[in-house]
Protein backbone atom coordinates (compact mmCIF):
# COMPACT_ATOMS: atom_id res chain seq x y z
CA UNK A 1 0.00 0.00 0.00
CA UNK A 2 1.33 3.16 -0.73
CA UNK A 3 0.42 6.16 1.56
CA UNK A 4 -1.15 9.58 0.02
CA UNK A 5 -1.08 12.85 1.87
CA UNK A 6 -3.35 15.44 1.56
CA UNK A 7 -3.60 19.20 3.27
CA UNK A 8 -6.89 20.18 5.41
CA UNK A 9 -6.68 23.17 7.38
CA UNK A 10 -3.09 23.58 7.84
CA UNK A 11 -2.94 19.89 9.13
CA UNK A 12 -1.42 17.14 7.35
CA UNK A 13 -4.02 13.97 6.92
CA UNK A 14 -2.85 10.40 5.64
CA UNK A 15 -4.66 8.51 3.28
CA UNK A 16 -3.91 5.10 2.32
CA UNK A 17 -5.29 3.15 -0.79
CA UNK A 18 -5.95 0.16 -0.92
CA UNK A 19 -5.30 -2.93 -3.18
CA UNK A 20 -7.63 -5.25 -1.90
CA UNK A 21 -10.71 -4.82 0.62
CA UNK A 22 -9.50 -8.39 2.08
CA UNK A 23 -5.69 -7.31 2.30
CA UNK A 24 -6.09 -4.22 3.86
CA UNK A 25 -8.77 -5.50 6.39
CA UNK A 26 -6.08 -7.96 7.32
CA UNK A 27 -3.17 -5.75 7.52
CA UNK A 28 -4.26 -3.84 10.15
CA UNK A 29 -4.44 -6.23 12.33
CA UNK A 30 -0.56 -6.45 12.26
CA UNK A 31 0.43 -2.39 11.48
CA UNK A 32 1.06 -0.53 14.55
CA UNK A 33 3.16 2.48 13.23
CA UNK A 34 0.31 4.02 12.18
CA UNK A 35 -2.98 4.83 13.87
CA UNK A 36 -5.62 4.29 11.20
CA UNK A 37 -9.10 3.18 11.54
CA UNK A 38 -10.69 0.51 8.81
CA UNK A 39 -14.79 0.04 8.87
CA UNK A 40 -16.34 -3.41 10.08
CA UNK A 41 -17.52 -3.95 6.22
CA UNK A 42 -14.15 -2.69 4.65
CA UNK A 43 -16.61 -1.27 1.75
CA UNK A 44 -14.44 2.13 1.94
CA UNK A 45 -12.35 3.02 -0.81
CA UNK A 46 -9.74 4.45 1.63
CA UNK A 47 -8.65 4.52 5.48
CA UNK A 48 -8.19 7.67 7.27
CA UNK A 49 -5.91 8.45 10.33
CA UNK A 50 -8.64 9.82 12.53
CA UNK A 51 -6.46 10.71 14.79
CA UNK A 52 -5.04 13.67 12.56
CA UNK A 53 -8.78 15.26 11.43
CA UNK A 54 -10.64 18.06 13.56
CA UNK A 55 -14.17 16.59 14.87
CA UNK A 56 -16.99 17.19 13.23
CA UNK A 57 -19.63 18.31 16.08
CA UNK A 58 -22.18 19.41 14.18
CA UNK A 59 -24.65 22.86 15.29
CA UNK A 60 -27.82 21.19 16.50
CA UNK A 61 -29.80 21.75 20.20
CA UNK A 62 -29.25 18.32 20.84
CA UNK A 63 -26.24 17.86 21.66
CA UNK A 64 -24.58 15.17 24.02
CA UNK A 65 -20.81 14.86 25.65
CA UNK A 66 -18.25 12.52 24.30
CA UNK A 67 -14.58 12.89 23.06
CA UNK A 68 -11.95 13.65 20.38
CA UNK A 69 -8.53 13.64 19.66
CA UNK A 70 -6.75 17.03 19.65
CA UNK A 71 -3.93 16.66 16.87
CA UNK A 72 -2.41 20.43 18.02
CA UNK A 73 -1.80 19.34 21.52
CA UNK A 74 -1.62 15.55 21.68
CA UNK A 75 -4.44 14.88 24.21
CA UNK A 76 -7.92 13.58 24.19
CA UNK A 77 -10.61 16.49 25.07
CA UNK A 78 -14.80 16.13 26.14
CA UNK A 79 -17.05 18.37 24.19
CA UNK A 80 -20.48 18.88 22.66
CA UNK A 81 -21.41 16.60 19.52
CA UNK A 82 -24.74 16.80 17.87
CA UNK A 83 -26.87 13.54 18.14
CA UNK A 84 -26.98 11.61 14.94
CA UNK A 85 -28.50 7.74 13.86
CA UNK A 86 -24.37 6.82 14.31
CA UNK A 87 -20.78 8.00 14.02
CA UNK A 88 -18.63 6.71 10.94
CA UNK A 89 -15.37 5.22 12.21
CA UNK A 90 -13.90 7.13 10.28
CA UNK A 91 -14.55 10.49 12.30
CA UNK A 92 -12.59 11.32 15.14
CA UNK A 93 -15.32 10.40 17.78
CA UNK A 94 -15.00 8.62 20.81
CA UNK A 95 -17.68 7.49 23.01
CA UNK A 96 -15.37 7.64 26.03
CA UNK A 97 -11.83 9.35 26.86
CA UNK A 98 -10.60 5.37 27.51
CA UNK A 99 -11.64 4.92 23.92
CA UNK A 100 -10.20 8.12 22.41
CA UNK A 101 -6.18 7.73 24.84
CA UNK A 102 -6.48 4.12 23.48
CA UNK A 103 -6.59 4.47 19.99
CA UNK A 104 -4.80 7.90 19.51
CA UNK A 105 -2.44 8.26 22.29
CA UNK A 106 -0.85 4.67 21.45
CA UNK A 107 2.47 5.74 23.02
CA UNK A 108 1.73 6.16 26.34
CA UNK A 109 0.88 3.20 28.20
CA UNK A 110 -2.55 2.79 29.58
CA UNK A 111 -2.12 3.14 32.85
CA UNK A 112 -0.49 6.07 32.54
CA UNK A 113 -4.27 7.11 32.69
CA UNK A 114 -5.47 5.28 35.36
CA UNK A 115 -6.34 6.69 38.92
CA UNK A 116 -3.82 4.70 41.63
CA UNK A 117 -5.23 2.26 43.83
CA UNK A 118 -4.24 1.36 47.70
CA UNK A 119 -4.02 4.18 48.61
CA UNK A 120 -2.64 5.19 52.57
CA UNK A 121 -3.44 3.14 55.41
CA UNK A 122 -1.47 1.28 58.09
CA UNK A 123 2.32 1.42 57.42
CA UNK A 124 2.14 2.94 54.41
CA UNK A 125 5.25 4.61 52.19
CA UNK A 126 5.57 7.33 49.56
CA UNK A 127 5.09 6.44 46.31
CA UNK A 128 4.75 8.13 42.65
CA UNK A 129 2.28 8.68 40.23
CA UNK A 130 1.76 10.38 36.43
CA UNK A 131 -0.94 13.14 36.80
CA UNK A 132 -1.54 12.93 32.79
CA UNK A 133 -3.78 16.40 33.50
CA UNK A 134 -0.79 17.94 34.60
CA UNK A 135 1.57 15.99 33.32
CA UNK A 136 3.54 15.57 36.22
CA UNK A 137 4.80 12.59 38.19
CA UNK A 138 3.98 13.66 41.56
CA UNK A 139 3.84 11.17 45.56
CA UNK A 140 1.16 9.68 47.16
CA UNK A 141 1.17 7.55 49.92
CA UNK A 142 0.80 4.03 49.49
CA UNK A 143 -0.11 0.91 51.48
CA UNK A 144 -0.10 -2.67 50.36
CA UNK A 145 -3.72 -4.16 49.53
CA UNK A 146 -5.67 -6.10 47.62
CA UNK A 147 -6.40 -4.12 44.68
CA UNK A 148 -3.67 -4.60 41.75
CA UNK A 149 -1.29 -1.53 41.53
CA UNK A 150 -1.89 0.63 38.27
CA UNK A 151 0.24 3.81 37.75
CA UNK A 152 2.16 3.03 40.92
CA UNK A 153 5.68 3.58 40.72
CA UNK A 154 8.94 3.33 43.36
CA UNK A 155 10.66 6.40 42.34
CA UNK A 156 9.88 9.81 40.50
CA UNK A 157 12.43 8.70 38.25
CA UNK A 158 10.76 5.36 37.33
CA UNK A 159 7.47 7.25 36.63
CA UNK A 160 8.88 9.71 34.50
CA UNK A 161 10.25 6.92 32.13
CA UNK A 162 7.49 5.41 31.90
CA UNK A 163 5.08 7.76 31.67
CA UNK A 164 6.40 11.33 31.45
CA UNK A 165 8.45 10.95 28.91
CA UNK A 166 6.14 8.63 26.58
CA UNK A 167 3.54 11.42 26.73
CA UNK A 168 6.14 13.82 25.50
CA UNK A 169 5.54 12.14 22.09
CA UNK A 170 7.71 14.18 19.37
CA UNK A 171 7.81 16.86 22.40
CA UNK A 172 10.65 14.63 24.11
CA UNK A 173 12.83 14.17 20.92
CA UNK A 174 16.75 16.07 20.50
CA UNK A 175 18.47 16.66 17.56
CA UNK A 176 21.00 15.78 15.17
CA UNK A 177 24.52 17.22 15.30
CA UNK A 178 26.84 18.00 12.72
CA UNK A 179 24.45 18.27 9.68
CA UNK A 180 23.34 20.92 7.59
CA UNK A 181 19.43 21.92 7.30
CA UNK A 182 19.79 24.91 5.16
CA UNK A 183 18.44 28.21 5.45
CA UNK A 184 15.47 26.75 7.09
CA UNK A 185 14.56 28.27 10.52
CA UNK A 186 13.39 25.26 12.63
CA UNK A 187 12.04 25.49 16.35
CA UNK A 188 12.27 22.89 18.93
CA UNK A 189 11.08 22.28 22.04
CA UNK A 190 13.41 21.92 24.59
CA UNK A 191 11.42 19.54 27.76
CA UNK A 192 14.64 19.43 29.87
CA UNK A 193 14.35 23.84 29.83
CA UNK A 194 10.72 23.69 29.05
CA UNK A 195 11.30 26.52 26.69
CA UNK A 196 10.94 26.04 23.03
CA UNK A 197 14.35 27.27 20.92
CA UNK A 198 15.96 27.92 17.65
CA UNK A 199 18.14 24.66 16.56
CA UNK A 200 21.36 26.07 15.20
CA UNK A 201 22.68 25.59 11.82
CA UNK A 202 24.55 22.70 12.81
CA UNK A 203 21.46 20.89 14.24
CA UNK A 204 18.65 18.64 12.20
CA UNK A 205 15.52 17.96 13.47
CA UNK A 206 14.38 14.40 14.95
CA UNK A 207 10.94 12.93 14.66
CA UNK A 208 8.70 15.79 14.24
CA UNK A 209 10.10 17.95 17.18
CA UNK A 210 10.35 21.16 14.74
CA UNK A 211 8.14 23.82 14.10
CA UNK A 212 8.75 27.00 11.80
CA UNK A 213 7.04 29.47 14.69
CA UNK A 214 7.23 29.97 18.37
CA UNK A 215 3.62 29.59 18.57
CA UNK A 216 3.34 26.27 16.61
CA UNK A 217 6.40 24.90 19.01
CA UNK A 218 3.85 26.07 22.44
CA UNK A 219 0.71 25.49 20.58
CA UNK A 220 1.89 21.13 20.66
CA UNK A 221 4.06 21.35 23.58
CA UNK A 222 3.02 23.71 25.86
CA UNK A 223 1.14 21.38 28.16
CA UNK A 224 4.16 20.04 29.21
CA UNK A 225 5.47 24.07 30.41
CA UNK A 226 4.37 24.41 34.19
CA UNK A 227 4.83 27.65 34.51
CA UNK A 228 2.08 28.62 32.06
CA UNK A 229 2.06 32.52 32.33
CA UNK A 230 5.04 31.90 29.94
CA UNK A 231 3.46 31.07 27.44
CA UNK A 232 2.41 32.97 24.27
CA UNK A 233 -1.65 33.89 24.34
CA UNK A 234 -3.47 31.61 21.94
CA UNK A 235 -5.75 28.87 21.95
CA UNK A 236 -3.95 25.80 22.03
CA UNK A 237 -6.64 23.14 21.34
CA UNK A 238 -10.08 22.86 18.66
CA UNK A 239 -12.73 25.51 19.86
CA UNK A 240 -16.51 24.38 19.37
CA UNK A 241 -17.20 27.33 21.94
CA UNK A 242 -15.79 30.48 22.43
CA UNK A 243 -16.34 32.95 24.79
CA UNK A 244 -13.63 35.89 26.16
CA UNK A 245 -10.63 34.14 28.38
CA UNK A 246 -7.82 36.10 30.12
CA UNK A 247 -4.06 35.24 29.34
CA UNK A 248 -0.74 36.91 31.14
CA UNK A 249 1.23 38.90 28.48
CA UNK A 250 4.59 38.74 29.35
CA UNK A 251 5.73 41.42 27.32
CA UNK A 252 2.98 44.00 28.44
CA UNK A 253 2.90 42.37 32.28
CA UNK A 254 -0.57 42.71 31.92
CA UNK A 255 -3.47 40.24 32.23
CA UNK A 256 -5.42 40.92 28.81
CA UNK A 257 -8.58 39.53 27.58
CA UNK A 258 -9.18 37.32 24.19
CA UNK A 259 -11.67 35.09 22.15
CA UNK A 260 -10.91 31.88 22.78
CA UNK A 261 -11.58 28.34 24.81
CA UNK A 262 -10.83 26.85 27.94
CA UNK A 263 -7.13 24.81 27.32
CA UNK A 264 -4.49 23.90 28.82
CA UNK A 265 -2.33 26.89 27.99
CA UNK A 266 -1.64 30.96 28.88
CA UNK A 267 -5.59 30.66 29.80
CA UNK A 268 -8.36 31.73 32.60
CA UNK A 269 -11.61 31.84 32.72
CA UNK A 270 -11.30 35.16 34.94
CA UNK A 271 -8.92 38.06 34.94
CA UNK A 272 -8.90 37.61 38.76
CA UNK A 273 -7.33 33.94 38.28
CA UNK A 274 -5.03 35.23 35.66
CA UNK A 275 -4.17 38.06 37.58
CA UNK A 276 -3.70 36.53 41.11
CA UNK A 277 -1.74 33.40 39.33
CA UNK A 278 0.57 35.30 36.85
CA UNK A 279 1.27 38.77 38.88
CA UNK A 280 0.50 38.40 42.51
CA UNK A 281 4.42 38.21 42.87
CA UNK A 282 5.43 41.06 41.15
CA UNK A 283 2.66 43.16 42.98
CA UNK A 284 1.45 44.15 40.04
CA UNK A 285 -1.06 47.40 40.75
CA UNK A 286 -4.06 45.87 39.99
CA UNK A 287 -3.82 42.99 42.47
CA UNK A 288 -3.16 45.48 45.43
CA UNK A 289 -6.00 46.73 47.41
CA UNK A 290 -7.31 49.77 46.48
CA UNK A 291 -5.45 52.96 47.28
CA UNK A 292 -7.35 55.22 49.36
CA UNK A 293 -8.02 55.38 53.06
CA UNK A 294 -10.57 58.34 53.38
CA UNK A 295 -13.66 59.59 51.69
CA UNK A 296 -13.05 63.07 50.17
CA UNK A 297 -14.22 65.36 47.25
CA UNK A 298 -11.69 64.12 44.79
CA UNK A 299 -12.78 61.55 42.12
CA UNK A 300 -10.19 59.11 41.00
CA UNK A 301 -10.31 55.18 39.78
CA UNK A 302 -9.33 51.60 41.28
CA UNK A 303 -9.52 48.90 39.75
CA UNK A 304 -11.87 46.18 41.38
CA UNK A 305 -10.62 42.60 40.27
CA UNK A 306 -13.77 40.66 41.74
CA UNK A 307 -15.62 42.58 38.81
CA UNK A 308 -13.12 42.99 36.67
CA UNK A 309 -13.54 47.33 36.40
CA UNK A 310 -12.67 50.27 36.98
CA UNK A 311 -14.56 52.15 40.00
CA UNK A 312 -14.88 55.62 40.66
CA UNK A 313 -14.15 56.74 43.84
CA UNK A 314 -14.62 60.16 45.91
CA UNK A 315 -10.97 60.19 48.02
CA UNK A 316 -9.55 62.93 50.41
CA UNK A 317 -6.57 62.87 48.34
CA UNK A 318 -5.46 63.67 44.83
CA UNK A 319 -2.25 62.09 44.57
CA UNK A 320 -1.74 59.45 42.23
CA UNK A 321 1.78 57.87 42.96
CA UNK A 322 1.60 55.44 39.97
CA UNK A 323 2.70 52.01 41.26
CA UNK A 324 -0.22 51.41 43.38
CA UNK A 325 -3.99 50.53 42.55
CA UNK A 326 -5.32 54.43 41.99
CA UNK A 327 -5.48 56.00 38.74
CA UNK A 328 -6.52 59.76 38.03
CA UNK A 329 -8.83 58.60 35.02
CA UNK A 330 -10.89 55.63 34.05
CA UNK A 331 -8.93 55.58 30.77
CA UNK A 332 -5.99 55.35 32.55
CA UNK A 333 -7.88 52.63 34.82
CA UNK A 334 -8.84 50.46 32.04
CA UNK A 335 -5.47 50.55 29.92
CA UNK A 336 -3.75 49.03 32.75
CA UNK A 337 -5.44 46.70 33.78
CA UNK A 338 -8.21 45.46 31.45
CA UNK A 339 -6.19 45.54 28.50
CA UNK A 340 -7.28 43.88 25.32
CA UNK A 341 -4.66 41.34 23.87
CA UNK A 342 -3.61 42.28 20.12
CA UNK A 343 -2.77 39.51 18.04
CA UNK A 344 1.15 38.65 17.20
CA UNK A 345 2.07 36.50 14.52
CA UNK A 346 4.64 34.99 16.05
CA UNK A 347 6.06 35.33 20.17
CA UNK A 348 9.37 35.10 21.30
Not at 93 to 111: L, W
Not at 304 to 309: P, Q
Request: aromatic share 16%.
Amino acid sequence: MSPTFFISGGQSHLVVRKPSHRQVCEGFKSESYLLRSCSGSCQSDTVVDVCSLDPVTGSGYDRHDAWFYDWRTGVCLETKFEYVDEYSDEQNYFASEEQCNSKCRRGVPNQCFDDPRNLGGKNDIEKWTYNYTSTQCVPFRWAKGRWPDKNTFTSKEQCIQTCRIPDLGICGYGFHNECKHGDDLYIRYNYQKQICEILQPDECPIHGNAFYTFRACYQRCGRFVEDKCKLPIQNMSFCTEFEYRYGYNTKTEKCEKFWGCEDSGNNFHTAKACWETCAKKSRHRCVQDPDYRFFGFVNKYYYDIDSHSCVSKYMFRGYVPGDSNIFNTQKDCEATCMATYQHEDDWL
